[in-house]
């Protein structure tokens, strides 16, 4: 499946430093999300964005800054990340249909450890 | 604020074995889908409901929404290698935001 990208596939990264995760849909999709997939934890979303605009902040820390140029991509700047950061990153877009359901589909996701 | 639970938390079957997960949301849902990600990989959506105790089949998986809107489950008759992996539900309550639940992973005997 290659409707959803993203690079790079494994990071590992100093408390430090500043990095960027990358994400591109080829689906004509009009949102697009954030989620972090931690051990043992659901899925939580961090950030939604519908047609470039963003709709949702989960009450995400401002050390991860979202940026979203077009509705085909999606960045997640990181800057003086913590330990417990450390997570598999996932971005999923979905169409925006009218109506009440939406599908989201998921990019192979970002493998961050934050040493 | 809105919760999705899931049960079991994880699960192991002897290959031919059902299995069956429950979700269970704290409030009314609109809809509900389901998703499966299997080890290493990430969610692959399966399958929306939408109407109040609808069941959809999918050749050896059985989906179930409830009367209330409030809980859903996945059935796997005669399981097999192939199905091994984390089930999540999403529930939406008439927005684009979708809540995950817990997951309930699956680990296949042969």
């Known amino acids: 499946e290659t409707g959803v990208t993203q690079t790079p596939r494994h990071l590992v990264m100093g408390m430090t430093n500043k990095k960027s995760l990358k994400c591109e849909q080829h689906l004509g999709h009009n949102a697009m999300y954030w989620y972090k997939q931690s051990a043992k934890k659901p899925l939580e979303l961090m950030f939604v964005y519908n047609f470039k605009e963003q709709t949702e902040n989960n009450s995400v820390p401002s050390r991860f800054s979202p940026e979203c140029p077009n509705s085909s991509h999606l960045f997640l700047h990181l800057h003086t990340l913590q330990p417990e950061d450390s997570a598999l990153y996932l971005c999923?877009?979905?169409?925006?249909?009218?109506?009440?359901?939406?599908?989201?589909?998921f990019g192979p996701g970002t493998r961050l450890t934050v040493l | 604020g809105q919760q999705v639970m899931q049960i079991p938390q994880y699960q192991h079957v002897q290959e031919g074995e059902d299995f069956t997960t429950y979700c269970n949301s704290s409030t009314t849902l609109s809809n509900i889908q389901w998703y499966k990600q299997r080890p290493g990989g990430h969610p692959v959506f399966l399958i929306q409901l939408v109407k109040s105790g609808e069941v959809k089949k999918q050749k050896r998986l059985t989906f179930q929404f409830g009367e209330a809107k409030k809980n859903s489950s996945l059935h796997i008759t005669a399981t097999q290698t192939t199905d091994v992996g984390t089930y999540f539900c999403a529930g939406s309550s008439g927005t684009y935001k979708y809540i995950f639940g817990t997951g309930t992973r699956l680990k296949v005997l042969a």
């Open positions: 999923a877009s979905s169409p925006l249909l009218a109506g009440i359901t939406d599908t989201q589909y």
